[in-house]
């Protein structure tokens, strides 16, 4: 997979923070929209095979598959290229955003108070906030 970044997943709704930031006249568009978001680098998937629909045909039917794929008795489900990687770019940001709360919580163990239970009680509450979505 490269680096280079080949969209942004950005959850909605934006914050005002998120907001300020692409409405800002401060760098490239493409920049504003990084800053707000999760880059995605990924979402090259192996293809399977390819489904056609001819003019002259009554329904759709399979074009070619790659045989070394599959084995005997295999039943595969289809999914569009788009929806597929729209789900892997909702699936890297939401290891981002959790990486981030972990993040959070290992600072909070690490620079906390002389207080083990109150280093904890911060540390539960960063990973909470992680698993809710930042709703907490």
């Known amino acids: ?6 969209g942004v997943f950005v959850r909605l709704p934006l914050s005002n923070e998120q907001l300020g930031k692409l409405l800002a006249p401060i760098g490239t568009l ?6 707000i978001g999760t880059p995605v680098t990924g979402g090259e998937l192996t293809c399977t095979g390819t489904i056609a629909w001819f003019e002259k045909d009554r329904e759709p039917s399979l074009a070619s598959y790659c ?5 005997a008795g295999d039943s595969v489900p289809v999914t569009s290229l788009p929806i597929a990687q729209a789900q892997i770019a909702a699936l890297e940001a939401e290891v981002v955003r959790l990486r981030g709360g972990l993040e959070k919580a290992h600072l909070s163990a690490i620079l906390g108070d002389v207080d083990p239970i109150a280093d904890l009680e911060c540390c539960r509450k960063h990973i909470e906030e992680a698993l809710k979505g930042g709703a907490a």
């Open 30 to 35: 493409n920049e504003r929209m990084i800053s």
């Open 1 to 6: 997979m490269s680096d280079k970044p080949t």
């Open 67 to 71: 045989p070394a794929l599959f084995k």
